[in-house]
């Protein structure tokens, strides 16, 4: 078997990062071999560093247990030990953009769960199965950092997973206008109840900056790459209410949706079960088999049933009927930590390499 690519993940102590560890631990393509995150955690291993704050369920994998944490802005340094980085830290957006790109002028590929470089014209934003053809738009960003192997890549926010794969099934019956309201986990702040026990039997009608990307994210996925840069769509116009509940994991989303050209209900649901993308016909290790998981019992899909579908990799949707307001009205559920971050990233980092664009140094 051809050898592992190394991954470095950049802010593995944090939530995210953690998920990363624990999804790449046993992966048949990548190997974690280097960990970094601030001077805080610099010097310890990855068990020090996250004692007391390890979130997942199940130990820390045995692989990263004795990695000594490195300090994330040693960039050559760290660039060094490793093919690729997976990043999720905790910066402000100028220092996180500022950091990305020095580790692509490194020649590492950076594969981003921070929402930083998501409108830098020249850097693909990617849901795998519906734009794999925007990490085309690499070329001219590797031109302007001038470098002929490094790069940044992004997955967009986890609200929109819910909803926008749904939709793109339908795309060619035009949907013209949508309304989402989504139902965020806390896990989507970083928390769990442990430490944030106010959302305990309470609901919050507020995530800063949820509704803007939730409405303006699907539309740059949706987009195309011309002259060296992404341009975004110019419809569906969205509109969203983006809201906290008090669950652990997986964003819900209720929906209605107008079309140009209204398809029949057993359209919609053929086309759901029907829809393939590009990692189903790679193969790629973290693709679901089923993508779009159409559910007939009209109590779902449930968070807590169907959050973990196909390893969290997976969409659902159910409670698909006509509205008297707009064409049609569902429900969709995505994995916020898994499909919605981590798992996103890691199924860009398959299709990037299965593409030719990440390779061992
Ligand atoms: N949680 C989610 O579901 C989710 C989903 C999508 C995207 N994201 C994004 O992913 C990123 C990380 O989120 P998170 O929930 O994992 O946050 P988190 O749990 O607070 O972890 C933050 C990470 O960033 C590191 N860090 C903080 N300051 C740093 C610095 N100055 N230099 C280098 N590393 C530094 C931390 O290292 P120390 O441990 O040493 O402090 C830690 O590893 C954020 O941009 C967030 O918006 C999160």
Redesign the pocket.
Same mark, same amino acid.
């Given at each position: 078997m051809a050898e592992k690519l190394k991954a470095g993940i *950049?802010? +593995?102590? +944090?939530? *995210? +990062?953690q998920r990363f560890v624990q999804l790449l631990d046993q992966h048949p393509w990548f190997e974690v071999t280097a960990i970094?995150? &601030?001077? =805080? &955690?610099a010097g310890k291993t990855y068990e020090e &560093?996250v004692q007391g704050r390890w979130k997942m369920a199940g130990s820390i994998p045995e692989q990263v247990r004795n990695i000594v *944490?490195q300090d994330? &802005?040693q960039v050559e340094e760290f660039a060094s030990q490793v093919d690729f980085i997976f990043c999720? *830290?905790?910066?402000s957006k100028d220092?996180?953009k500022a950091l990305e790109e020095a580790y692509a002028k490194t020649g590492t590929p950076v594969i981003s769960? =921070?929402?930083a470089h998501r409108w830098t014209p020249d850097v693909p934003m990617v849901i795998p199965e519906i734009n794999p053809d925007h990490i085309g738009v690499i070329e001219a960003q590797r031109k302007r950092l001038g470098t002929k192997t490094g790069f940044i890549a992004v997955k967009p @926010?986890?609200s929109i997973q819910s909803y926008v794969p749904a939709l793109h099934a339908l795309l060619d019956f035009k949907p013209e206008k949508v309304v989402a309201s989504t139902y965020q986990a806390i896990?989507?702040?970083?928390k769990n109840f442990t430490d944030w026990p106010e959302m305990l039997d309470n609901v919050i009608p507020y995530i800063g900056g949820e509704e803007e990307k939730s409405e303006q994210e699907p539309l740059r996925i949706w987009g195309s790459l011309q002259n060296g840069e992404i341009v975004k769509a110019s419809s569906p116009l969205i509109t969203t209410q983006c809201i906290r509940v008090p669950v652990t994991d997986g964003h819900l989303a209720t929906v209605f949706v107008s079309f140009e050209n209204k398809p029949s209900k057993e359209e919609i649901i053929e086309r759901w079960r029907q829809y393939k993308g590009r990692p189903q016909e790679l193969g790629l290790p973290s693709a679901p088999q089923q993508f779009i998981t159409y559910f007939e019992e009209e109590n779902r899909p449930q968070t807590k049933l169907d959050r973990d579908i196909e390893r969290g990799m997976g969409v659902s949707v159910g409670r698909l009927r006509e509205d008297s307001i707009y064409d049609y009205k569902f429900v969709g559920l995505s994995h @916020?930590?898994l499909r +919605?971050?981590a798992g996103g990233a890691v199924l860009i980092a398959e299709l990037l390499k299965a593409e030719g664009y990440i390779q061992p140094k």
């Open positions: *950049v802010g +593995g102590t +944090g939530m *995210v +990062g970094a995150a &601030s001077k =805080n &955690s &560093s *944490v994330a &802005s999720a *830290v905790d910066m220092q996180i769960n =921070n929402s @926010n986890c896990s989507g702040a970083g @916020n930590t +919605g971050a």
